[in-house]
């Protein structure tokens, strides 16, 4: 009954979010997002829709674990529904884990989100506190059609079939990064009540990949801040050894080693095939997962999420011994990563030279980025048109200007120059 209750929470919270966007639009409520909470309020100062919910989840999870995330979560539920697909089709992923499940998601919402908005609010502190449940509109933070579709079938399917359960929450998601520290506070947890025959049926079960029975042998709780309070685990328990119960966090024994990760676990006979340890090459992993995830983000379009999601997968696969790919297909895909990792440098560094008026090496590295990126971009051939028109170079500046018009032929921005460019050279 409660994992019935539970799906059809998650299914009415798509309903929720249809309703939003193609019956009440954003004339009264703009996005609810979970980034509002950075971009809006910590940036400046402003309380929206989603910095609402942001602060109903924070305040939630003190109480009852991160409710939210099993509960109300619409990425959440496109996961286990992935998990759901591939075991009617007999696919059962091995779920990997690792120590980036807490270092991982700290470093996304801390680079990404925090640190970012937090530097713009000193140096440019709020006026006041503003309140404005109409901003920012529906589609503010979410990508086009095609990355769109792209991020849930990489965060959706594929990372779940890499990575096994719920892989983007447990690796990446910057959201669940910030309720882990009040889900080590919460009031409500997975207890242990009864006698556990460990028969691992709690940890099969777990739809975020986490060793329940070891952790209420252990510990007498499920410590771990991953858990979403699903009550999966409690549902099944064939000995009703364990269920969901309050108790006051003052009489709580709060252990910093609860919320480690201990290498002793998924070892009971009865699971133990079923995960896969990487924490011996986490030292690797993780310079791996940033560098492949810096070199393409941003580019095309791509997100955070998409394009860390990719890399966590390849990243995986190339040091995973259990080969889902074969050995030259991966080897291709960092080659197609480090070909990326160029381009993305040669952006910054020419636009950094750009800005300082270098335009000798800012030529340089825009001339680089136009030969190597598939996707035409006319502000970069504006740019080069613009410093080939300042050193003389009247043919080039031509050149890259038509090239752009050809990209943006709506754009007036390429006409104008190139009226300004004839126009200087028919006065020479």
Partial sequence: MIQ??????????HVLILAHIYYFGDSVIGSV??????????????????VVMVMIAFISTLIFGRFFCGWACHFGALQEFSWWVLKKMNIVPKTINSSLVTILPLFILLNFYVAPNLIHSIKMPWEKLVINFGMPEIWAFLPGFMIGLLTFIVDGFLIVYFLGRKGFCRFLCPWGA???????????????????????VCTDNCPIGIDVTYEINNHEKVTNTNCTSCMVCTDGCPSQAIAYKWKNPFRENFQFKHYGLNLKMFKLSAISDKFQSVHKKDYLLLPLILFCGFCIDGLY????????????????????PNKKINFLLKYLLIAIIIWHGIIKFSIWRGLDHYDSQRHGPAISHLNRVVMMYPKPIGRFHMILSEMYL??????????????ASKINPEHEGPKQFLNKLYYKIDNQ
């Fill in 301 to 320: 379009g791509m997100g955070h999420f998409l394009s860390f999601g990719i890399a966590t997968i390849i990243a995986i696969q190339v040091i995973d």
């Fill in 178 to 200: 910030f309720l882990k520290l009040p889900s080590s506070l919460a009031m409500f947890k997975v207890r242990k009540v009864g006698t556990c025959i460990e028969c691992g």
């Fill in 4 to 13: 019935r209750i539970r799906i059809s929470s998650l299914i009415g919270i």
């Fill in 33 to 50: 997002d979970f980034q509002e909470f950075f971009h809006a309020f910590i940036k400046y100062g402003i309380i929206n829709a989603g």
């Fill in 390 to 403: 300042h050193e003389g170079n009247f043919i080039k500046a031509e050149k890259h200007a038509l090239i």
